[in-house]
């Protein structure tokens, strides 16, 4: 398994520079339907990191990149609050979203897309492992 860790500073444009640098190092191991997975929904989790994590000052996101053939896991942490456990768990099923929203799309569109996600909170160090693999043709 190869890695990568990113160091992503806590604004928008950082998030498109450390995107384009993941996608890159993970384009061998997942088909295009996986990579658009990947990218929508990693973007979407450090979006919301910048927007909505109420970060210290200065404050940076780290990115650790696994991937192997036909799996990439991505690690991301950062110090603010940890997310509230009632968005992680009772988060709605995608398909019941109104799209119209201007909110709370965001965690059942990364858990929709992901294969796997795990978080851990502890003090103010969140950690959100997002795992992304070949899904069969249906």
């Known amino acids: ?4 860790a990113l ?3 806590c604004s928008l444009e950082a998030v498109d520079t450390a995107m384009a640098d993941l996608c890159a ?3 061998d191991a997942l088909p295009i339907e996986g990579m658009i997975r990947l990218e929508i929904a990693v973007t979407e989790a450090m979006t919301n990191i910048v927007l909505h994590g109420d970060l210290p000052a200065e404050s940076t996101i780290d990115l650790l990149v696994r991937k192997a053939p036909e799996q990439v896991d991505v690690e991301i942490r950062d110090p ?3 997310i509230p456990p009632n968005l992680l768990q009772s988060s709605p ?3 019941d979203v109104d799209p ?3 909110s709370g799309r965001g965690i059942p569109l990364i858990k929709a897309l992901s294969d796997a996600l795990d978080y851990r909170s502890a003090g103010r160090s ?3 492992t997002l795992r992304f ?3 069969g043709v249906e």
């Not at 398994?1 to 990568?4: A, L």
């Open 80 to 82: 603010g609050p940890p």
């Open 25 to 27: 190092f993970a384009a």
């Open 133 to 135: 693999t070949v899904r």
């Open 7 to 9: 160091l992503v500073e």
């Open 93 to 95: 099923d995608i398909a």
């Open 1 to 4: 398994m190869q890695s990568r």
């Open 126 to 128: 969140n950690c959100m």
């Open 100 to 102: 119209l929203e201007e």
